[in-house]
């Protein structure tokens, strides 16, 4: 699927013929400025972020000032603006998106979710047959297998494919251990794309989404981040039509199409820009601000 990438165009009535994104729409709206803002949008409570791609720039290896003032802006307007990652707390430390107060965490794919002052409100490590079918891939160490506990990662080996994955979202390479007895919440298999029927048929209990040409996160069947986003949005007892999340890759599909308004990265997953609303730009290129100001969810700045 082609991406949209240079100007505006209001949505078209396609014919029987066209493909139409889940959302009933052809493409989404890509946001040039704010006078071009709807008026008709829903009033937005909360808000959701990705981090990968979306909040942080692996080619800058930060992220943008003008994504930490847009997150703070809104915050003070009464937003609350929460993580949506695939990552661990862990992980998510160990990068310049760590020091941004979230008001929530939902991470690991939805599998566990943090207040504020990262304590746990909620949490599902993978059981049953799920479980026993990645341990025992863990085990057998045909392919590599990396299990995340609350309080913890390891591999069962490194091999190229897990270098280059790591490598890819700035990330150390994890410890190589064997299976603790602990609960794990999520599990990543490092596989090219040709493996992954191979894979699926092995984890068919499981929830496979790729975010990597060589890696996979697993998680059960009725995990991921909009199992989570819903049990957060019941917490706080806030309506999925008051929300707008902000994502780029294929584990942030289902997220993109529940939420009021869904906004997609520029040059992002043809699944996620699939199920998007609108596509702003890069992370590098700001594509957050102008986001949160298009909707009139920060005041007018200066972007740069």
Not at 44 to 73: M, R, W, Y
Not at 283 to 303: C, M, N, P, Q, S
Request: charged content about 25%; hydrophobic content about 35%; proline content about 5%.
């Amino acid at each position: 699927m082609s991406k949209v990438h240079c100007v505006a165009e209001p949505l078209l009535k396609t014919d029987e013929n066209s493909q139409i994104g889940s959302k009933g729409i052809n493409k989404p709206i890509l946001i040039q400025n704010a006078t071009d803002s709807p008026g008709n949008h829903p009033k937005i409570e909360c808000a959701f972020f990705d981090v990968d791609g979306t909040l942080h720039s692996h080619q800058l290896k930060a992220v943008p000032e003008s994504a930490l003032n847009t997150i703070e802006e809104m915050q003070k307007k009464g937003i609350l603006c929460v993580m949506a990652s695939g990552r661990s707390i862990h992980e998510v430390d160990e990068l310049p998106v760590g020091k941004i107060p979230f008001d929530a965490y939902i991470l690991l794919n939805g599998q566990l979710i943090l207040d504020k002052d990262r304590q746990i409100l909620s949490g599902h490590p993978i059981e049953g047959k799920s479980k026993e079918n990645i341990l025992h891939l863990f085990e057998e160490r045909n392919i590599p297998v990396l299990l995340v506990e609350k309080d913890g990662l390891y591999i069962n080996q490194i091999t190229d494919h897990v270098v280059t994955a790591q490598k890819a979202i700035s990330t150390p390479l994890p410890p190589v251990g064997t299976y603790s007895g602990n609960p794990f919440y999520l599990a990543i298999g490092f596989i090219p794309k040709e493996q992954e029927s191979w894979l699926k048929a092995q984890l068919p209990e499981c929830r496979l989404t790729r975010w990597n040409d060589y890696a996979m996160d697993i998680v059960s069947k009725t995990g991921g981040k909009l199992a989570g986003i819903r049990e957060y949005l019941d917490l706080v007892h806030i309506d999925h039509k008051n929300t707008i999340a902000f994502g780029d890759g294929e584990n942030d599909e289902d997220m993109l199409h529940e939420v009021g308004i869904g906004v997609v990265m520029k040059d992002c997953d043809p699944a996620a820009e699939r199920a998007a609303d609108y596509m702003t730009d890069t992370v590098e290129e700001d594509g957050i601000e102008k986001a949160a100001r298009y909707f009139g969810l920060i005041d007018e700045t200066r972007i740069g």
